[in-house]
Nanobody, 122 residues
């Protein structure tokens, strides 16, 4: 089992920045690829970004490319999501997930956090 706890969400104005963290415990963190997903009110959960177990490879949704950056620190069992140039449409609950790959298929992720709310005001 892997337990995931997100933090760092909050309210920010459009154009601002936030940094989300996801702390993992349980099994060996570096064995897993990690991903961030989000779910806005009334919408399905969508892929945001993923990172390989080593941190070398990353993958981003087109909607966040150039604005968001995923990174991980395996020594601290933590994955980060740096979000810059935030837009109101980025408002959602953000979830981190651990799984077998770092692509957009949510079914390939085995463990999920509880989520952290990000609200971007216009």
């Amino acid at each position: 089992q892997v337990q995931l706890v997100e933090s760092g969400g909050g309210l920010v104005q459009a154009g601002g920045s936030l940094r989300l963290s996801c702390a993992a415990s349980g099994r060996i963190f570096s064995d897993y690829a990690m991903g961030w997903f989000r779910q806005a009110p009334g919408k399905e959960r969508e892929f945001v970004t993923g990172i390989s177990w080593s941190g070398v490879r990353t993958n981003y949704a087109d909607s966040v490319k150039g604005r968001f950056t995923i990174s991980r620190d395996n020594a601290k069992n933590t994955v980060y999501l740096q979000m810059n140039s935030l837009k109101p449409e980025d408002t959602a609950i953000y979830y981190c997930a651990a799984g077998r790959h770092y692509y957009s298929d949510s079914t390939r992720y085995d463990y999920w956090g509880q989520g952290t709310q990000v609200t971007v005001s216009s």
